[in-house]
C-alpha cells in the first residue's frame, strides 16, 4: 500500500525501538487542523470505519474497512482481510501491528472515503502519533481516532447528557496541560468514548464529526460496524 502522494512513508520492517524513534519523527508532519479537502465538511460524501480483531492466539489479524454515506450512514460496502500478525503487542506500538492489514483493507473499497474514523487514538498518545495519526498520514486523508478507553492524559469527567465533553488534558509537569482530546458522551448516561484528531482535522471538528457519526450506540457507526464485522465468524 502506497501513500497518496505515490511512494511509501516507511518500511514495516522494525524492531519495537526503531518504531518509537519513528513515531517521534513521524509525528511532526501530522497535520491538526481542518484539511479536509475542496469545500469542507459540507463536501464530506462518504466516510469509512476501520477496526481490527485478532484470532488464532494473536497469530492472525482481521481487518476490516466499511464505508458509509455521510450524513446519512447508510452503509455502501465492506472489506475483511485475514493475515499473519506481524508485529508483536508492544504498548503505544498498536498501529505497527494493526495499520499494514488495515491500509489492505481500505484498499479493497471500490469507493474512496473522505474521512476515515479509527477504533484508536490519534494524537491523543504518548509520542502524539496514534494509530488514526499513522494512518490518515500514510494516506494523506483525514482521520479521526475514537477509542473506548484512555491511554494517556488526564480529565474531569462530561456531563451526563449526549454531547457532553470534557478535554482530555497531557497530565504532569508544571506547564500549562495541552489539550490532546476530547472525552464525549455519544450516549447520554453512557460511558464516554475519547476522540483525537488523527490527521487533517482539528480536534473540535474531529469531536463534532463523531458525533454527528454517533447514532443510537455508544461507539460511531462507522467503527461500530467496523469492529463488528472485525469479530464475525469467518463464513458469516
Known amino acids: 500500500m502506497t501513500t497518496r502522494s505515490g511512494g511509501p512513508l516507511h518500511g514495516w520492517d522494525l524492531t519495537p525501538t526503531e518504531a518509537v524513534a519513528l513515531q517521534r519523527t513521524l509525528a511532526g508532519a501530522v497535520v491538526r487542523a481542518d484539511r479536509l479537502g475542496p469545500g469542507g465538511r459540507r463536501a464530506l ?16 489479524i482481521r481487518a476490516a474497512a ?22 508483536p503487542y508492544v504498548p503505544g506500538l498498536l498501529s505497527f501491528r494493526e495499520v499494514p492489514a488495515l491500509l489492505e483493507a481500505l484498499g479493497g ?52 447528557e449526549k454531547g457532553d465533553v470534557a478535554w482530555l488534558l497531557a497530565g504532569g509537569g508544571a506547564r500549562p496541560r ?13 460511558k464516554p468514548v475519547y476522540v483525537s484528531a488523527g490527521h487533517r482535522v482539528s480536534l473540535r ?13 455508544r461507539l ?10 472485525s469479530r464475525a465468524p469467518k463464513d458469516a
Open 178 to 190: 495541552e489539550r490532546i482530546g476530547a472525552v464525549l458522551r455519544t450516549r447520554a448516561r453512557v
Open 205 to 217: 471538528t474531529a469531536t463534532s464529526l463523531a458525533l454527528a457519526c454517533a447514532t443510537r450506540y
Open 66 to 87: 466499511v464505508l458509509l454515506d455521510f450524513p446519512d450512514l447508510t452503509p455502501v460496502e465492506s472489506v475483511l482481510i485475514e493475515r499473519p500478525t506481524a508485529f
Open 109 to 160: 473499497l471500490r469507493g474512496a472515503p473522505d474521512l476515515v474514523l479509527c477504533d484508536g487514538h490519534g494524537y491523543a498518545h504518548p509520542r502524539r502519533f496514534g494509530l488514526a495519526c499513522h494512518l490518515g498520514l500514510w494516506l494523506d486523508i483525514p482521520a479521526i481516532g475514537v477509542a473506548k478507553s484512555r491511554l494517556t492524559g488526564i480529565h474531569d469527567e462530561p456531563g451526563p
Open 220 to 229: 460511531p457507526e462507522p467503527t461500530r460496524l467496523a469492529d463488528k464485522l
Open 45 to 60: 460524501r462518504q466516510v469509512a470505519g476501520v477496526d481490527a480483531a485478532f484470532a488464532d492466539g494473536g497469530r492472525v
